[in-house]
């Protein structure tokens, strides 16, 4: 996906440009309904939203124009962080500072090269394959295989004019061409979606677990001092209330962080004693540690 331009990001990307070059246009406007079709706030369900959202952000010579989104989306985690924790985070702008090293040859690239080689740094080796890929695999004795990456095969791709890669919004079209013999119709043509669990509704079903309350009590976060306990709670609330279903996407996000952050802490800061209070585990997180 990365390297035959297969992920959304790449189509959404295309389709601002497309809306930079007249961004008053209705007309153009019209074309976000041909993203995120598999989501269930898809910008055909929701048009409103995805026209003010899409069209942030919009500056045609802002060489992060395709993640601007995604960045900005991911830096309103900030809010839920403790007040200090967050001014420390706020000295460096890790994006501006980022963006100050890209390759002398950047601005020189077609916009969808750049968009891939944004991805491909700062997504794909620290997190897809790191985290997604050897450490999840290696864990359970297993080696993984990634033919896709092999060096000759992302040479020849990168050499590739970019219609190859996405042709219109039709991504990995050289791919599907080579395999249309092997792959079904049904798959070829098929909208693309990512393999994504529910995010705040695997942690709120109808029957309370426990070790969610536990890792976020109002005592542990503020011991932790990383979130703010009042926004943290107000969160949890709300998720409670509607057990996690028809949350913002932004929402999903901070749950997902605090719940992965506060296991952490508790297994690797609270239980090795440098946390500082001496505090007995609760139960249920030891079942996690079992299952991790």
Not at 220 to 246: E, Y
């Amino acid at each position: 996906d990365e390297v035959m331009a297969g992920y959304d990001i790449f189509r959404e990307a295309k389709v601002r440009r497309f809306l930079a070059r007249n961004p008053t246009s209705a007309k153009r406007s019209k074309i976000l309904m041909k993203l995120y079709p598999w989501m269930e706030r898809s910008p055909g369900n929701a048009p409103a939203f995805a026209d003010a959202f899409f069209s942030r952000s919009l500056n045609p010579l802002d060489p992060a124009l395709s993640h601007r989104p995604r960045w900005n989306t991911t830096s309103s985690l900030k809010h839920i962080l403790d007040p200090d924790f967050r001014r420390e985070t706020e000295k460096v702008d890790v994006t501006e500072a980022f963006l100050s090293k890209l390759p002398g040859a950047f601005n020189g690239w077609d916009a969808l090269c750049k968009a891939q080689w944004l991805e491909m740094v700062t997504l794909l080796p620290g997190y897809i394959l790191s985290a997604q890929g050897d450490r999840m695999l290696m864990a359970n004795s297993v080696e993984g295989r990634f033919p896709f990456l092999d060096c000759n095969l992302v040479e020849f791709y990168n050499q590739l004019p970019p219609r190859h890669k996405l042709l219109a919004l039709n991504e990995k079209h050289l791919l599907k061409i080579a395999f249309c013999d092997m792959i079904p119709e049904s798959i070829l043509k098929r909208p693309k979606q990512p393999y994504r669990a529910p995010d705040a509704a695997s942690f709120f079903p109808e029957q309370d677990m426990d070790w969610v309350y536990d890792a976020t009590r109002p005592s542990r976060l503020a011991h932790s001092s990383v979130f703010n306990p009042k926004a943290v709670s107000s969160l949890i609330a709300k998720c409670r209330q509607v057990q996690g279903h028809n949350m913002s996407n932004t929402d999903n996000m901070r749950i997902v962080a605090i719940l992965s952050t506060m296991l952490v802490y508790h297994h690797y800061i609270e239980q090795d004693g440098s946390g500082g209070k001496d505090q007995k585990p609760a139960q249920p997180m030891k079942v996690i540690d079992k299952t991790i």
